[in-house]
């Protein structure tokens, strides 16, 4: 099991203080040299150092908590690149990677990623046994690495999510939080995927034993409170992470880019937080530059 933790999330963020999580990884990775086709989870068990400096640098930015290079370390994605027997490897360095970052510091957090799978339970390629055992084997990994929590993101299939979340909940003694992500339709409503709106997907979660649930990716930081708001209506007294988007995506000579500032993603925090949020982050396109100016904008919460 993971070493015992001064501090919980869910105490904190329940007293009232707001988190702040980092930022985008992929980036960083990208820069330090991985290869097209390299499998960018196993970075940690051959580049720990460049991991480790990821979350070093969105602590220095502001960070409350920071998350793992696991967002595609299950067994069943790591199948496709002749891994999946190191999946508890992977995972147990990549925790021990973003927990030497935080040094001794007992109020910062590792909140290790966990995506989803890339199979779908609707097309049977997969059991619902075969993910939760998966789920089971990454979560205990990363407890034994040093994780404070477990963050089951980028979810769209509320089955899925539920089988990660007890899976989790079974097998380690981690804080639990699920996000999904959403789309607009043309109607202005928000839906994953798989169709599942942001009420359902909250009821899901917490069903299943999520300590917080809420959204990431997807969408910018100016259309996440719609989705927090709707969660908040929902559930009163659930607890909320949303980890936004630089902006959607514009394609510039060939590759996305993700065009919110930081002093943009930074202006639209009051409303997030309005909405219902209770921590707040980063996902695709943002830097340390925009986890430091969400910083100041949360400290400036309230006061103004």
């Not at 994953?192 to 649930?213: C, F, K, Q």
Request: proline residues 4%.
């Amino acid at each position: 099991m993971g070493e015992c933790f001064l501090s919980r999330i869910t105490d904190l963020l329940r007293g009232g203080r707001i988190l702040v999580s980092d930022g985008a990884w992929g980036t960083f990775l990208h820069k330090s040299g991985i290869a097209p086709g390299e499998c960018p989870d196993e970075w940690s068990v051959s580049h720990p150092d460049i991991v480790t400096d990821i979350a070093a640098r969105y602590l220095a930015a502001g960070a409350d908590m920071v998350q793992t290079n696991t967002f595609g370390a299950n067994r069943l994605k790591l199948a496709s690149f002749g891994l999946a027997g190191r999946a508890a490897e992977i995972n147990e360095a990549a925790a021990r990677a973003s927990r030497a970052a935080l040094g001794g510091m007992p109020d910062k957090f590792v909140i290790a990623s966990i995506g989803p799978t890339g199979k779908m339970l609707i097309t049977e390629e997969v059991t619902e046994e075969e993910m939760y055992d998966a789920f089971a084997e990454q979560a205990a990994a990363l407890e034994r690495g040093g994780a404070s929590a477990v963050c089951i993101e980028t979810m769209t299939d509320v089955s899925e999510a539920a089988a990660a979340i007890r899976a989790a909940r079974e097998n380690t003694s981690l804080e639990i939080i699920a996000t999904f992500t959403f789309d607009r339709t043309l109607q202005g409503t928000y839906r994953t995927m798989m169709g599942v709106s942001p009420e359902r997907a909250a009821a899901a979660a917490l069903e299943a034993g999520a300590d917080i649930t809420g959204a990431n990716c997807g969408n910018g930081m100016d259309r996440m409170a719609d989705i927090a708001r709707e969660m908040r209506n929902a559930f009163p007294d659930a607890l909320l992470l949303v980890q936004a988007n630089a902006g959607l995506p514009v394609n510039v000579d060939g590759r996305d880019v993700y065009p919110q500032t930081p002093g943009v993603m930074a202006s639209h925090i009051h409303k997030l937080l309005d909405a219902g949020a209770n921590a707040v982050g980063g996902c695709c396109g943002t830097t340390p530059a925009h986890i430091a100016a969400i910083k100041a904008a949360v400290d400036l919460y309230g006061t103004i």
